[in-house]
Protein backbone atom coordinates (compact mmCIF):
# COMPACT_ATOMS: atom_id res chain seq x y z
CA UNK A 1 0.00 0.00 0.00
CA UNK A 2 1.60 3.43 -0.88
CA UNK A 3 1.71 6.19 1.17
CA UNK A 4 0.71 9.79 0.79
CA UNK A 5 1.85 12.15 3.05
CA UNK A 6 0.35 15.28 3.28
CA UNK A 7 2.27 18.13 4.67
CA UNK A 8 0.87 20.42 7.20
CA UNK A 9 2.08 23.17 8.64
CA UNK A 10 0.13 26.31 10.26
CA UNK A 11 -0.34 29.01 7.48
CA UNK A 12 -1.53 26.37 5.25
CA UNK A 13 -5.36 26.77 3.50
CA UNK A 14 -8.11 23.88 4.13
CA UNK A 15 -8.97 23.60 0.83
CA UNK A 16 -5.98 21.49 -0.77
CA UNK A 17 -5.20 19.90 2.08
CA UNK A 18 -9.09 19.00 2.76
CA UNK A 19 -9.20 17.66 -0.88
CA UNK A 20 -6.06 15.62 -0.49
CA UNK A 21 -7.47 13.79 2.10
CA UNK A 22 -11.02 13.25 0.29
CA UNK A 23 -9.32 12.07 -2.83
CA UNK A 24 -6.91 9.84 -2.01
CA UNK A 25 -8.42 8.46 1.64
CA UNK A 26 -11.51 6.79 -0.07
CA UNK A 27 -11.23 3.69 -1.80
CA UNK A 28 -14.03 3.94 -4.90
CA UNK A 29 -15.72 0.76 -4.03
CA UNK A 30 -12.86 -1.36 -4.00
CA UNK A 31 -12.09 -0.69 -7.75
CA UNK A 32 -8.60 -0.70 -7.04
CA UNK A 33 -6.34 -2.84 -4.80
CA UNK A 34 -4.19 -2.20 -2.75
CA UNK A 35 -5.59 1.88 -2.34
CA UNK A 36 -3.68 4.68 -0.76
CA UNK A 37 -2.38 4.73 2.88
CA UNK A 38 -2.78 8.53 3.78
CA UNK A 39 -1.18 10.73 6.76
CA UNK A 40 -1.40 14.14 7.22
CA UNK A 41 2.22 15.22 8.55
CA UNK A 42 3.33 17.80 10.70
CA UNK A 43 5.12 19.25 13.85
CA UNK A 44 2.01 19.17 16.55
CA UNK A 45 -1.25 21.02 16.32
CA UNK A 46 -1.58 23.42 13.16
CA UNK A 47 -3.93 26.28 12.19
CA UNK A 48 -5.20 25.56 8.70
CA UNK A 49 -7.17 28.40 7.51
CA UNK A 50 -9.84 28.59 10.46
CA UNK A 51 -9.17 24.85 11.79
CA UNK A 52 -7.08 23.35 14.03
CA UNK A 53 -5.45 19.87 12.82
CA UNK A 54 -4.13 17.58 14.65
CA UNK A 55 -1.50 15.54 12.44
CA UNK A 56 -0.98 11.78 12.17
CA UNK A 57 2.54 11.94 12.29
CA UNK A 58 5.55 13.87 12.65
CA UNK A 59 7.15 15.63 8.96
CA UNK A 60 9.88 13.65 8.81
CA UNK A 61 7.45 10.69 7.89
CA UNK A 62 7.76 12.77 4.44
CA UNK A 63 10.79 11.03 3.45
CA UNK A 64 9.42 7.32 4.35
CA UNK A 65 6.37 8.15 2.08
CA UNK A 66 5.64 7.17 -1.83
CA UNK A 67 4.11 11.00 -2.51
CA UNK A 68 4.17 14.19 -0.56
CA UNK A 69 1.26 16.53 -1.54
CA UNK A 70 2.13 19.99 -0.34
CA UNK A 71 -1.26 22.03 0.22
CA UNK A 72 -1.53 26.09 -0.59
CA UNK A 73 0.02 28.42 1.44
CA UNK A 74 -1.58 31.10 2.41
CA UNK A 75 0.64 33.88 2.53
CA UNK A 76 3.26 33.49 -0.33
CA UNK A 77 5.30 36.19 0.83
CA UNK A 78 6.06 34.73 4.14
CA UNK A 79 9.33 32.37 4.77
CA UNK A 80 8.39 28.86 4.59
CA UNK A 81 9.15 26.93 7.80
CA UNK A 82 12.62 25.16 7.88
CA UNK A 83 11.33 22.17 8.86
CA UNK A 84 9.36 21.60 6.47
CA UNK A 85 12.11 23.15 3.83
CA UNK A 86 14.05 20.36 5.96
CA UNK A 87 11.57 17.43 5.31
CA UNK A 88 10.22 18.24 1.74
CA UNK A 89 14.27 18.26 0.67
CA UNK A 90 14.75 14.85 2.37
CA UNK A 91 11.57 13.40 0.67
CA UNK A 92 12.84 14.87 -2.97
CA UNK A 93 16.50 13.00 -1.74
CA UNK A 94 14.56 9.58 -0.95
CA UNK A 95 12.70 9.50 -4.25
CA UNK A 96 9.09 10.78 -3.78
CA UNK A 97 6.84 11.78 -5.91
CA UNK A 98 6.45 15.52 -5.03
CA UNK A 99 3.09 17.16 -5.41
CA UNK A 100 1.89 20.71 -4.43
CA UNK A 101 -1.46 22.28 -4.64
CA UNK A 102 -1.90 25.57 -5.64
CA UNK A 103 0.37 28.01 -4.01
CA UNK A 104 1.84 24.67 -2.09
CA UNK A 105 4.29 25.26 -5.25
CA UNK A 106 6.21 27.78 -3.43
CA UNK A 107 7.05 25.68 -1.11
CA UNK A 108 8.70 23.59 -3.47
CA UNK A 109 10.34 26.00 -5.06
CA UNK A 110 11.68 27.27 -1.82
CA UNK A 111 13.21 23.89 -1.52
CA UNK A 112 14.85 23.91 -4.82
CA UNK A 113 12.48 20.89 -6.09
CA UNK A 114 11.13 22.70 -8.98
CA UNK A 115 14.73 23.92 -9.82
CA UNK A 116 14.98 23.49 -14.01
CA UNK A 117 11.58 22.20 -14.30
CA UNK A 118 8.02 23.18 -15.57
CA UNK A 119 5.54 24.32 -13.12
CA UNK A 120 2.63 26.43 -12.58
CA UNK A 121 0.45 27.61 -9.53
CA UNK A 122 -2.82 29.86 -9.36
CA UNK A 123 -2.70 32.34 -12.06
CA UNK A 124 -2.92 35.53 -9.29
CA UNK A 125 0.40 34.39 -8.20
CA UNK A 126 2.16 33.06 -11.42
CA UNK A 127 4.60 36.09 -12.01
CA UNK A 128 5.61 36.43 -8.62
CA UNK A 129 6.52 32.43 -8.43
CA UNK A 130 8.54 33.46 -11.81
CA UNK A 131 10.13 36.42 -10.00
CA UNK A 132 11.13 35.09 -7.02
CA UNK A 133 12.43 31.93 -8.80
CA UNK A 134 13.62 32.44 -11.82
CA UNK A 135 15.10 28.99 -12.40
CA UNK A 136 11.81 27.46 -12.47
CA UNK A 137 10.19 27.51 -15.56
CA UNK A 138 6.75 28.83 -14.79
CA UNK A 139 3.75 28.12 -16.92
CA UNK A 140 0.39 30.24 -16.02
CA UNK A 141 -2.04 28.96 -18.81
CA UNK A 142 -1.97 25.08 -17.58
CA UNK A 143 -4.32 23.32 -15.23
CA UNK A 144 -1.30 21.16 -13.64
CA UNK A 145 1.93 20.50 -14.53
CA UNK A 146 3.68 16.39 -14.75
CA UNK A 147 7.10 16.07 -15.10
CA UNK A 148 6.77 12.46 -14.37
CA UNK A 149 7.99 12.78 -10.25
CA UNK A 150 7.30 16.47 -9.60
CA UNK A 151 4.05 17.98 -10.23
CA UNK A 152 2.13 20.85 -9.83
CA UNK A 153 -1.13 22.47 -10.11
CA UNK A 154 -3.21 26.04 -10.40
CA UNK A 155 -5.68 27.02 -7.98
CA UNK A 156 -8.55 25.44 -6.27
CA UNK A 157 -10.45 23.03 -8.42
CA UNK A 158 -7.23 22.44 -10.62
CA UNK A 159 -6.24 20.93 -6.98
CA UNK A 160 -8.96 18.09 -8.16
CA UNK A 161 -7.73 18.02 -11.81
CA UNK A 162 -4.03 17.02 -10.53
CA UNK A 163 -5.25 14.32 -8.02
CA UNK A 164 -7.32 12.80 -10.64
CA UNK A 165 -4.35 12.58 -12.74
CA UNK A 166 -2.56 10.96 -10.13
CA UNK A 167 -5.10 8.19 -9.58
CA UNK A 168 -5.16 7.81 -13.97
CA UNK A 169 -1.54 6.86 -13.59
CA UNK A 170 -1.61 4.92 -10.68
CA UNK A 171 -4.78 2.92 -11.22
CA UNK A 172 -5.93 3.60 -14.94
CA UNK A 173 -9.08 5.97 -16.45
CA UNK A 174 -11.62 3.58 -14.99
CA UNK A 175 -10.87 4.16 -11.41
CA UNK A 176 -9.86 7.94 -12.02
CA UNK A 177 -13.30 8.01 -13.03
CA UNK A 178 -15.05 6.14 -10.60
CA UNK A 179 -13.49 8.92 -7.80
CA UNK A 180 -14.39 11.69 -10.22
CA UNK A 181 -18.49 10.44 -9.94
CA UNK A 182 -18.22 10.01 -6.25
CA UNK A 183 -16.56 13.53 -6.32
CA UNK A 184 -19.35 14.68 -8.60
CA UNK A 185 -16.66 16.45 -11.17
CA UNK A 186 -15.80 15.54 -14.61
CA UNK A 187 -13.04 12.94 -14.78
CA UNK A 188 -10.88 15.56 -17.10
CA UNK A 189 -10.71 19.30 -18.24
CA UNK A 190 -9.24 20.15 -21.72
CA UNK A 191 -7.74 23.35 -21.46
CA UNK A 192 -5.80 25.69 -19.44
CA UNK A 193 -6.52 27.96 -16.22
CA UNK A 194 -6.47 31.32 -19.01
CA UNK A 195 -9.75 30.98 -19.53
CA UNK A 196 -11.03 31.51 -16.09
CA UNK A 197 -8.82 34.29 -15.27
CA UNK A 198 -11.78 37.06 -16.11
CA UNK A 199 -14.69 34.98 -17.83
CA UNK A 200 -15.45 31.51 -16.28
CA UNK A 201 -17.72 29.36 -18.43
CA UNK A 202 -20.82 28.97 -16.64
CA UNK A 203 -22.13 25.95 -15.90
CA UNK A 204 -25.50 26.25 -17.59
CA UNK A 205 -27.67 23.90 -19.70
CA UNK A 206 -28.65 26.89 -22.44
CA UNK A 207 -24.81 26.89 -23.15
CA UNK A 208 -24.48 26.92 -27.13
CA UNK A 209 -22.28 23.61 -26.76
CA UNK A 210 -24.38 22.11 -24.02
CA UNK A 211 -25.72 19.49 -26.64
CA UNK A 212 -22.94 19.31 -29.02
CA UNK A 213 -20.79 17.53 -25.91
CA UNK A 214 -22.70 14.41 -25.16
CA UNK A 215 -23.48 14.36 -29.07
CA UNK A 216 -20.01 13.68 -30.02
CA UNK A 217 -19.11 11.29 -27.72
CA UNK A 218 -22.39 9.41 -28.59
CA UNK A 219 -20.24 9.11 -31.78
CA UNK A 220 -16.59 8.43 -31.37
CA UNK A 221 -16.00 5.51 -33.58
CA UNK A 222 -17.20 7.90 -36.70
CA UNK A 223 -14.92 9.82 -38.92
CA UNK A 224 -16.23 13.33 -37.55
CA UNK A 225 -14.83 16.49 -38.70
CA UNK A 226 -14.98 20.21 -37.81
CA UNK A 227 -17.52 20.98 -40.02
CA UNK A 228 -19.66 18.20 -39.08
CA UNK A 229 -19.52 19.78 -35.38
CA UNK A 230 -20.56 22.67 -36.80
CA UNK A 231 -23.47 21.69 -38.86
CA UNK A 232 -24.96 19.78 -35.58
CA UNK A 233 -24.21 22.99 -33.16
CA UNK A 234 -26.03 24.90 -36.03
CA UNK A 235 -23.34 27.83 -36.37
CA UNK A 236 -20.02 28.48 -38.34
CA UNK A 237 -16.97 27.07 -38.09
CA UNK A 238 -15.10 29.93 -37.03
CA UNK A 239 -17.96 30.37 -34.66
CA UNK A 240 -17.48 27.26 -33.27
CA UNK A 241 -13.98 27.59 -32.67
CA UNK A 242 -14.39 30.40 -30.58
CA UNK A 243 -17.21 28.76 -28.65
CA UNK A 244 -14.97 25.94 -27.74
CA UNK A 245 -11.74 27.88 -27.28
CA UNK A 246 -14.15 30.04 -24.86
CA UNK A 247 -15.31 26.47 -23.07
CA UNK A 248 -13.01 24.57 -23.22
CA UNK A 249 -9.66 26.61 -23.85
CA UNK A 250 -8.77 24.38 -27.18
CA UNK A 251 -9.79 23.69 -30.24
CA UNK A 252 -12.16 21.32 -31.07
CA UNK A 253 -10.15 18.94 -33.20
CA UNK A 254 -7.64 18.96 -30.27
CA UNK A 255 -10.98 18.62 -27.57
CA UNK A 256 -12.09 15.19 -29.95
CA UNK A 257 -8.64 13.66 -30.03
CA UNK A 258 -8.21 14.07 -26.44
CA UNK A 259 -11.52 11.97 -26.03
CA UNK A 260 -10.59 9.42 -28.52
CA UNK A 261 -7.61 8.99 -26.66
CA UNK A 262 -9.56 8.88 -23.29
CA UNK A 263 -12.53 6.30 -24.62
CA UNK A 264 -9.09 3.97 -26.27
CA UNK A 265 -7.76 3.97 -22.56
CA UNK A 266 -11.04 2.78 -21.28
CA UNK A 267 -11.62 0.31 -23.59
CA UNK A 268 -8.18 -1.07 -23.07
CA UNK A 269 -9.08 -1.27 -19.67
CA UNK A 270 -12.46 -3.10 -19.66
CA UNK A 271 -12.27 -4.93 -22.58
CA UNK A 272 -10.17 -7.78 -24.42
CA UNK A 273 -11.39 -5.91 -27.53
CA UNK A 274 -7.87 -6.13 -30.69
CA UNK A 275 -5.92 -3.16 -30.99
CA UNK A 276 -7.57 -2.55 -34.57
CA UNK A 277 -11.48 -2.68 -32.80
CA UNK A 278 -10.76 -0.31 -30.05
CA UNK A 279 -8.94 1.73 -33.07
CA UNK A 280 -12.33 2.01 -34.85
CA UNK A 281 -14.45 2.22 -31.95
CA UNK A 282 -12.10 4.96 -30.75
CA UNK A 283 -12.67 7.01 -34.20
CA UNK A 284 -9.07 6.27 -34.88
CA UNK A 285 -9.31 4.37 -38.16
CA UNK A 286 -6.68 1.96 -38.05
CA UNK A 287 -4.63 0.35 -35.06
CA UNK A 288 -1.04 2.22 -36.40
CA UNK A 289 -3.19 5.54 -36.31
CA UNK A 290 -3.82 4.83 -32.70
CA UNK A 291 -0.57 3.42 -31.62
CA UNK A 292 0.71 6.96 -32.94
CA UNK A 293 -1.38 9.27 -31.18
CA UNK A 294 -1.55 7.28 -27.96
CA UNK A 295 2.19 6.60 -27.59
CA UNK A 296 2.29 10.74 -28.48
CA UNK A 297 -0.28 11.53 -25.84
CA UNK A 298 -0.20 9.14 -23.38
CA UNK A 299 3.46 8.06 -23.53
CA UNK A 300 3.25 4.45 -23.80
CA UNK A 301 1.68 2.51 -26.52
CA UNK A 302 -1.47 0.70 -26.49
CA UNK A 303 -0.36 -3.14 -25.28
CA UNK A 304 2.19 -1.52 -22.54
CA UNK A 305 -0.79 0.51 -21.34
CA UNK A 306 -3.03 -2.16 -21.43
CA UNK A 307 -0.43 -4.71 -19.77
CA UNK A 308 0.08 -2.18 -17.03
CA UNK A 309 -3.86 -1.83 -15.77
CA UNK A 310 -4.95 -5.34 -16.81
CA UNK A 311 -2.58 -7.74 -14.95
CA UNK A 312 -2.54 -7.45 -11.18
CA UNK A 313 -3.47 -4.02 -11.34
CA UNK A 314 -0.70 -0.97 -11.45
CA UNK A 315 1.77 -0.62 -9.04
CA UNK A 316 1.46 2.81 -6.89
CA UNK A 317 4.22 4.76 -6.01
Not at 45 to 51: A, D, H, I, S
Not at 63 to 84: G, Q, Y
Not at 221 to 247: C, G, H, I, K, Y
Request: glycine share 6%.
Amino acid sequence: MALVAIAATDGMLHFELALACEVFAHDPSGLADPWYDVAICGPGPVRVGRFLVAPDDGLDRLARADTVIVPSVEDVDADVPPDLLDAVRAAHRSGARMVSLCTGAFVLAAAGVLDGLRATTHWAHTEALAARHPRVRVDPDVLYVDNGTVLASAGKAAAIDLCLHLIRRDHGSTVANAVARRLVVPPHRAGGQAQYLTTPVPARDDHPLATLFPWVLARLDRPLTVEDLARQANMSSRNLARQFRSATGTTPLLWLSTQRIRRAQELLEQTDDSIDAIAQAAGMGTAATLRRHFHRTVGVPPDAYRRTFRATGPAVG
